[in-house]
């Protein structure tokens, strides 16, 4: 059977990804992948496993004033 490949990520790098997932499960932690910028990095992570994500595509950097708002009513969803 051939190794599975994940297409939306560099060569090698889908099996990287899956295998600290699944490390990291295995061991009881909490998997949040950081720099997401596309949607199709984040559908990758989702079929992976990746408890969470942060990166562009959900939010871009915010002055501090601004963090209250978005926690309180999330982010805006233009852009996704």
């Known amino acids: 059977m051939p190794p599975r ?4 990520f560099r060569v090698g790098e889908g099996a990287i990804v ?5 490390l990291a499960h295995a061991i009881g ?3 949040v992948a ?3 910028e596309t949607a199709g990095q984040l559908d990758a992570l989702n079929l992976l ?10 939010a ?7 963090v209250d708002a978005l926690i309180t009513t999330g982010p805006p969803l233009e852009g996704r």
């Open 60 to 66: 871009r950097p915010a002055a501090p004033g601004a």
């Open 34 to 36: 950081e720099g997401v």
């Open 5 to 8: 490949t994940y297409p939306l």
């Open 18 to 22: 899956a295998a600290i997932i699944g």
């Open 49 to 58: 496993g990746c408890d969470r994500a942060q990166g562009f595509l959900l």
């Open 29 to 31: 932690l909490y998997v």
